[in-house]
């Protein structure tokens, strides 16, 4: 029985494997983790910008994140229906509690969550 272990090349014969293998798995196995490191790092930025977010807009209820994306959304949403530049900030300010997140409510049609919309914003306002 042979000692050598063999891998399938390119051409789709086998060769023997060699110590040049080793710094090619070693060179994936770093970028690997980089990658995965890069991917942490992203998230956490993207949860502190999240949280100044919620801080800045005036919210001094407990942060929740599925409720102020919920509410994001909406005024998204209105965005993208008017197009208009000012609309995702003035239905965000004051923490989602103004006359015209009502109105992007109405405006996509969302009166049937209204009453769901008004708690989540209520629980983020604080006040």
Known sequence: ???????????GFSRPASS???PTIMES????????LLLVINS??????????FSDLGCMGVYDKAKFARLDRVCEECYQLFRESDVHTFCRSNC???DF?????DALLLRK????LDYMVDQLYGR
């Open 101 to 105: 997140f009502q109105q992007c409510v």
């Open 113 to 116: 969550d209204q009453k769901k």
């Open 29 to 36: 196995k770093f970028v690997t983790s980089v990658l995965f």
């Open 96 to 98: 989602f509690k103004n």
């Open 44 to 53: 956490v930025i993207a949860q502190r910008s999240t949280k100044r977010s």
């Open 20 to 22: 040049r293998d080793i």
């Open 1 to 11: 029985m042979n000692a050598y272990k063999y891998r399938k090349g390119f051409s």
